[in-house]
């Protein structure tokens, strides 16, 4: 079992629409979860990180954790073009400051 | 303000030879963290430094890969005796002190083993 596991996509929403991206961790001590977005080419920039059961917004973004299901998401909301990434979720595990990463989820904002 | 640095940004390699990967971590920032991108694939954690220190090496292969983050200058990621299953992207983050939160990304070496 991966430690943490994404739908690899690739999702599709409309502009302005919300974009739901979803992942869950297999570690039930995982303490520190993370959000980056990863541009073609580029390397990852954090967008969001929650460390409390509950929400947490930040602008358009609003990360979603719930530890007793082992879940956690990000909600984009009036998507734009310039969303469109590959979204990758990081875990902290309970020893140690490395994280493990899913896969990523590819979104595309059509226009 | 310049943010994490790495060096160089595309490198090529025949099979057999060695690869240096340098890294230098934003100001202010004590802890290195080098990840491995194959394509299709997700980040994978390899090393974890402090300044002339390996903190956890577990995702590092035993063989062919070392790294070290010396008290002056950057930090190197080196593999030698490349095989082309080594071609992937690597990427260099840093930290402030184990702030997770400040782990910032440097723009990634893309190693191609021809």
């Known amino acids: ?111 | 303000n310049a943010g994490v640095m790495q060096n160089p940004r595309h490198l090529v390699r025949r099979r057999g030879q060695e690869a240096r990967l340098r890294c230098s971590p934003m100001k202010g920032h004590s802890h290195v963290y080098w990840y491995r991108q194959l394509p299709e694939e997700g980040l994978k954690f390899m090393v974890y430094l402090q300044k002339e220190n390996i903190i956890d090496e577990s995702g590092m292969p035993k063989e062919r890969f070392s790294a070290e983050f010396p008290k002056e200058g950057p930090s190197i990621l080196r593999i030698q005796q490349v095989v082309r299953g080594d071609s992937a992207a690597y990427f260099c983050a840093s930290s402030f002190f184990d702030r997770q939160e400040t782990q910032y990304f440097g723009p990634g070496t893309r190693l191609l083993v021809l």
């Open chain 1, 1 to 111: 079992q991966k430690e943490v596991e994404q739908n690899s996509g690739p999702l599709s929403v409309p502009e302005g629409a919300i974009a739901s991206l979803n992942c869950t961790y297999s570690d039930r001590g995982s303490q520190s979860f993370f959000w980056y977005r990863q541009y073609s080419g580029k390397s990852p920039e954090l967008i969001m990180f929650i460390y409390s059961n509950g929400d947490k917004e930040d602008g358009r973004f609003t990360a979603q954790l719930n530890k007793a299901s082992q879940y956690v998401s990000l909600l984009i909301r009036d998507s734009q073009p310039s969303d469109s990434a590959t979204y990758l979720c990081a875990v902290n595990p309970p020893t140690g400051n490395q994280f493990y990463f899913g896969t990523g989820t590819s979104l595309t904002v059509i226009p």
